[in-house]
């Protein structure tokens, strides 16, 4: 049986390499099977098939989607869904324009603390692709007004530091069924170190598809325990590397180490085929 990542990042949101490059490392890793799920946009998807096919390998339709829940701002996988159904692409619309205006919020704010920023050095940062708070971090660093990503997120880019900033994210309820109306399947992603038990179980009966029990900041006690509460939910389990490319993030290390067998996938095509009828 084969290895799959099932969430990974490229140029096209905020990920360090474009998805023809991210597609060879995963080649080298071994993998058989790869999602490429940028942050509410399927560019990246698009852009890696063509290398995908040439490498043998089986590059499934994803996203990684933000939707407000309670406020605050989650994030769900989708995979499988049709990628030419009009109601899945007006939301990825959507979900573009309501990533610049938050953006253009947060500069706003910036500037109220007296840093000297402007939207079109976030937005050339983050060149072709969806624009996101790790974009704000590299113009922050290069200025000189923080020492590194982290320190940038703890300083200024926090949900709790831009908690009174409105944004225009689709709603947890309308990501879920425009997905799954377009035969997508829908999981929870990296629930460990973000929500409450309780929190988790709101968040499921959503009607979410899935949890991301494996994902790098889930240690094995994590995965387990995810993986029980999948099981005993009937829900699906998905996993991955959540790979951004080298120095970016904390989980670079972990692309072809954390990744969930191939037998998983077919439960996934499975869903997704039951909706297209
Ligand atoms: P956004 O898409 O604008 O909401 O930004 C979220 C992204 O920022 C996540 O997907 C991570 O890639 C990155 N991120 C979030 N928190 C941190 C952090 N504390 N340090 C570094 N990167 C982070
Ligand atoms: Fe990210
Ligand atoms: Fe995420
Ligand atoms: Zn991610």
Known sequence: MGKADLHTHT???????HATELLKKIKEK??????????????????GKEMAAELGIELIPGVEMTA????????????????????????????KRARILRMGAIVEYLKSTGIDIDLDEIRAESGHGNVGRPHAAAVLIKKGYVGGVSEAFIRYLSSEKLKDIKTEYASIEEVIKITQL????????????????????????????????IHPSHNFNVQR??????????????GGSDYHGTGKSDYDPYLGIV???????????????????
């Not at 309670?70 to 049709?82: I, K, T």
């Not at 325990?225 to 998905?238: D, G, P, V, Y």
């Not at 095509?269 to 909706?275: A, C, G, I, V």
């Open 225 to 238: 325990t995810f993986k029980k509460l999948a099981e005993s939910k009937n829900l699906l389990i998905t």
């Open 30 to 47: 071994g993998l058989k099977t790869v999602a490429i799920t940028d942050h509410d946009t399927i560019k990246g998807y698009l852009e």
């Open 68 to 95: 407000l829940w309670n406020n605050r701002e989650v994030h769900l996988l989708a995979y499988m869904f049709d990628e030419n159904n009009e109601d899945f692409l007006m939301l990825l619309r959507r979900q």
């Open 11 to 17: 140029t096209a949101s905020d990920g360090a390499l």
């Open 182 to 213: 377009a035969a997508g399947v829908i999981s929870l992603a990296h629930p460990g170190p973000i929500y409450s038990r309780k929190e988790i179980e709101a968040l499921l009966e959503k009607g979410l598809d899935g949890i991301e029990c």
């Open 259 to 277: 990744t969930i067998g191939e037998k998983y996938i077919a439960s996934l095509k499975r869903l997704s085929e039951r909706r297209k009828n």
